[in-house]
Antibody, heavy 120, light 106 residues
Framework: QVQLQQWGAGLLKPSETLSLTCAVY????????WSWIRQSPGKGLEWIGE???????NYNPSLKSRVTMSLDTSKNQISLNLKSVTAADTAVYYC??????????????WGQGTLVTVSS | EIVLTQSPATLSLSPGERATLSCRAS??????LAWYQQKPGQAPRLLIY???NRATGVPARFSASGSGTDFTLTISSLEPEDFAVYYC????????FGQGTKLEIK
């Protein structure tokens, strides 16, 4: 059974960089794509971006200028960096596996979520 | 950007009743529409993918239909564990989610 375990700092000050890591256990890392999604009371579920097993990335245009995703295939880990955070970035952050046929269309496995709070 | 609008925002029903949830897209998503269930403190759980296919382990009381811009999730006979928030999600150039329907016990 595929399991995603994520971790990272939960409390940040404005202007700092959010850094989260997600490890994949019990399943193949490739050929899947991997996404980060966040959930806040004000904006609901928001897709942040995705990274493919080859390292190709695709980001939500609204966050693209601040987001970087990377992967470490030797450790089956993906990472998220979001720079210059503000209070509006306070949310629960999830990593998730994408699945599908020709096109990846849904998220079939999710991490447990990490609450990130931005406060001075 | 494709916007997904779910209705109703809240649905109050009793166990054993039938639930019908709606998701409307601002433009066609063909059949690339998924449904998720989320309970408090948990990550969303995939229920339905590609508009009408149940994910692994999802009970048969969950069914879904639709294509293009109008989609429906139906729970034929509500069990106590079905009371949760339900989200639809689409994939075009990128992903987006609806704002959710809260299914609560009447």
């Amino acid at each position: 059974q595929v399991q995603l375990q994520q971790w990272g700092a939960g409390l940040l000050k404005p202007s700092e960089t959010l850094s989260l890591t997600c490890a994949v256990y019990g399943g193949s890392f490739s050929p899947f794509h991997w996404s980060w999604i966040r959930q806040s009371p004000g904006k609901g579920l928001e897709w942040i971006g995705e990274i493919g097993h080859s390292g190709s990335t695709n980001y939500n245009p609204s966050l693209k200028s601040r987001v970087t995703m990377s992967l470490d295939t030797s450790k089956n880990q993906i990472s998220l960096n979001l720079k210059s955070v503000t209070a509006a970035d306070t949310a629960v952050y999830y990593c998730a596996r994408e699945s599908g046929g020709i096109l990846y269309t849904r998220f079939d496995f999710w991490g447990q979520g990490t609450l990130v709070t931005v406060s001075s | 950007e494709i916007v997904l609008t779910q209705s109703p925002a809240t649905l109050s029903l009793s166990p054993g009743e039938r639930a019908t949830l709606s998701c409307r897209a601002s433009q066609s998503v063909t059949n690339y529409l998924a449904w998720y269930q989320q309970k408090p403190g948990q990550a969303p759980r995939l229920l339905i993918y590609d508009a009408s296919n149940r994910a692994t382990g999802v009970p048969a009381r969950f069914s879904a239909s639709g294509s293009g811009t109008d989609f429906t999730l139906t729970i034929s006979s509500l069990e106590p564990e079905d009371f949760a928030v339900y989200y639809c999600q689409q994939r075009s150039n990128w992903y987006s989610f609806g704002q959710g329907t809260k299914l609560e016990i009447k």
